[in-house]
């Protein structure tokens, strides 16, 4: 906030009439004012106060988080909630105790992906071989014949999967390929909303689709390709009942969770569903769904992931919801709750706060 009654001009004037140490107290005042104003929201400030996260855990409408922890610190990547030609780039955001935020600005755009013109989203994070490689959709492509073909937009003739790489989680990245990993479809599968999960042998597989098709892929250790299933196929499909997209995986006690997001993400059918299988290529026994819309807090949650503190069993589930009122198409939050198990290793059904979560510390 600008004060106009500080220019140097009226400066002078207020020394005239004030003495000075009145003047240098009014002056101390008018800036500690002024940095209040910048600050953090009052409300997040009290839930910080109070050891809690609160929701949402940061300002910005920001959606489809993809948490990871990395040493001692944890970090959201999540997809800036805007028009398609204004998701040109990705921020960041860390934490050492889940409370206190810092943002790490633009850590990937598209003036370091070059092929990237435009709805760059749903970014998933791993880091391997002491390298952070960032994955990424980007331009919402497109095929001849499609419901969302357009022959006049040659933006998304062109896009699909992408992949940076960084020597630290906020960068700086580069672009890893220069080109797409994926930009054809698969099984009818919309190359976007992909997730990297690493098995206990050390084999990474990437989990992605759109347009209710979920696809499997092998990843090459180098993440420059994937390696051939059996029947020589790169992917093959393992679409659940009710998928539209969003997959996730994690495993907890030897089982593997396979989770995606159901309904549609531009309403209050938005919700989060799961399977429970014996290992990360499945068979899937899909249980049910776990997060889903509540009148009382907000509407539309989905597109999540989900995240461990080392050395503990405490789990949180990171999600994106529509709050009340909703101002809009991109009006998303960043959200994060605890995630709890029955005894029979199926998930309770999340509980959406405004509190969110205790500090870790």
């Excluded at 106009?4 to 004037?13: A, E, H, P, T, V």
């Excluded at 071989?129 to 937009?153: H, R, T």
């Excluded at 969770?257 to 309403?267: D, H, I, K, P, V």
């Excluded at 509540?294 to 949180?316: C, K, L, M, R």
Aim: net charge negative; charged share 20%.
């Amino acid at each position: 906030m600008r004060f106009s009654f500080l220019d140097r001009s009226n400066l002078k004037n207020l020394k005239l009439s004030f003495p000075a140490s009145l003047f240098l107290s009014l002056l101390l005042f008018l800036i500690l004012q002024s940095g209040c104003l910048r600050s953090t929201k009052p409300e997040q400030k009290d839930s910080e106060a109070k050891g809690i996260s609160g929701n949402p855990v940061f300002e910005g409408w920001y959606a489809d988080p993809e948490g990871a922890v990395f040493g001692d610190e944890y970090w959201i990547f999540p997809t800036y909630s805007a028009p398609y030609e204004k998701q040109v780039f990705l921020d960041a955001f860390s934490s050492k105790d889940l409370v206190h935020w810092q943002k790490h600005h633009q850590v990937l755009d598209t003036s370091i992906i070059k092929w990237a013109k435009q709805a760059m989203w749903a970014p998933a994070i791993i880091e391997n071989n002491a390298q952070y490689f960032l994955f990424f959709s980007a331009n919402d492509v497109q095929i001849p014949g499609g419901p969302y073909w357009d022959e006049d937009n040659s933006i998304n003739h062109y896009g699909g999967i992408g992949v940076a790489v960084a020597d630290s989680p906020g960068g700086i990245y580069r672009d890893y390929l220069g080109k797409p990993l994926i930009s054809d479809f698969y099984n009818q599968a919309q190359p976007i909303d992909q997730f990297v999960f690493q098995d206990m042998d050390g084999s990474y597989y990437m989990f992605y689709g759109g347009w209710q098709h979920c696809n499997l892929g092998k990843l090459m250790p180098d993440f420059t390709g994937f390696i051939p299933w059996g029947d020589a196929t790169l992917f093959k499909e393992i679409t659940p009942d009710g998928y539209v997209e969003g997959p996730f995986m994690f495993l907890h006690r030897g089982v593997y969770y396979f989770m995606w997001s159901e309904g549609s993400w531009g309403n209050d059918t938005y919700k989060v569903a799961y399977a429970m299988a014996d290992t990360p290529t499945g068979p899937f026994t899909k249980i049910g769904v776990i997060l889903q819309s509540d009148p009382e807090i907000a509407t539309g949650a989905g597109h999540h992931s989900v995240i461990n503190t080392p050395g503990t069993d405490d789990y949180y589930i990171i999600y994106h919801r529509r709050p009340i009122p909703n101002l809009g198409r991109d009006h998303r939050v960043t959200c994060i709750d605890r995630l709890y198990f029955n005894n029979d290793a199926t998930i309770k059904p999340v509980k959406m706060t405004f509190e969110g979560v205790n500090s870790l510390r």
